[in-house]
């Protein structure tokens, strides 16, 4: 399995609601790592986790809350989001190491919209 | 910190015909990693091509190749015989490693338009 799955595909919610984006993956990666991507941008790392811990976190704010369970899922609570986090949301994996090439795997987003 | 740039926002290039997107980059690191990607309009990130700061030769797959130039620190993309399926959104990247894990910062991407 080389695939990184992300759910859903889309989703439209409310300022007041709280929902969560999914991300699998069957590779054997320890790290996992979730991008936001506005339209005509490029995308932009939010977090990063290694081995099930959070190792970086870019000053995303609170209301985006992510959480890793085990090796193979990444969650990204969302909480009274703001009509401007509307966006593609892409989840990526890959090895953890210092070797000459460790490979990113990007599912194909979650689509978010904000009303 | 690291940067990476792509000054061609967008480019057509006629099918068959070959065409190069520009990459540049600036690190301090003397260990990194160039991707390249390409993103068609449903959203997901194709990985392309790698290069490693490391790497003796330029690498390629298929009819994708890197111009590797360290000293100039450019990694240009080269497409050869372009096709109507490579009109897309792509994205140089550039990994970096520290005690955090690993990170890849993207560029601004081009978009490029294969014409018939």
């Known amino acids: 399995d080389t695939e990184v799955t992300q759910t859903p595909k889309h989703l439209v919610m409310g300022m007041t609601n709280k929902k969560s984006l999914k991300c699998e993956q069957h590779m054997g990666h320890r790290a996992m790592y979730w991008y936001k991507q506005k339209a005509k941008k490029p995308p932009e790392l939010m977090f990063v986790y290694s081995y099930e811990k959070l190792s970086i976190n870019e000053s995303v704010p609170s209301r985006f809350s992510p959480e890793c369970p085990n090796s193979s899922l990444l969650n990204l609570h969302l909480h009274a989001l703001q009509p401007e986090d509307s966006a593609l949301y892409l989840c990526?994996?890959?090895?953890?190491?210092?070797?000459?090439?460790?490979?990113?795997?990007f599912g194909s987003g979650t689509r978010l919209t904000v009303v | 910190a690291q940067k990476i740039t792509q000054t061609q926002p967008g480019m057509f290039v006629q099918e068959k015909e070959a065409v190069t997107l520009d990459c540049t980059y600036d690190t301090s690191d003397p260990s990194y990693g160039l991707f390249w990607y390409k993103q068609p309009s449903s959203g997901e990130m194709i990985f392309l091509i790698y290069q490693g700061s490391y790497d003796q030769q330029n690498a390629t797959e298929g009819r994708y190749s890197l111009n590797f130039q360290k000293a100039r620190k450019s990694a240009n993309l080269v497409i050869s015989a372009s096709q109507l399926g490579d009109s897309a959104m792509y994205f140089c990247a550039m990994r970096e490693i520290n005690n955090a894990g690993n990170m890849l910062t993207f560029g601004g991407g081009t978009r490029l338009m294969v014409k018939p």
């Open positions: 990526a994996s890959s090895q953890v190491g210092t070797g000459s090439y460790y490979g990113y795997t």
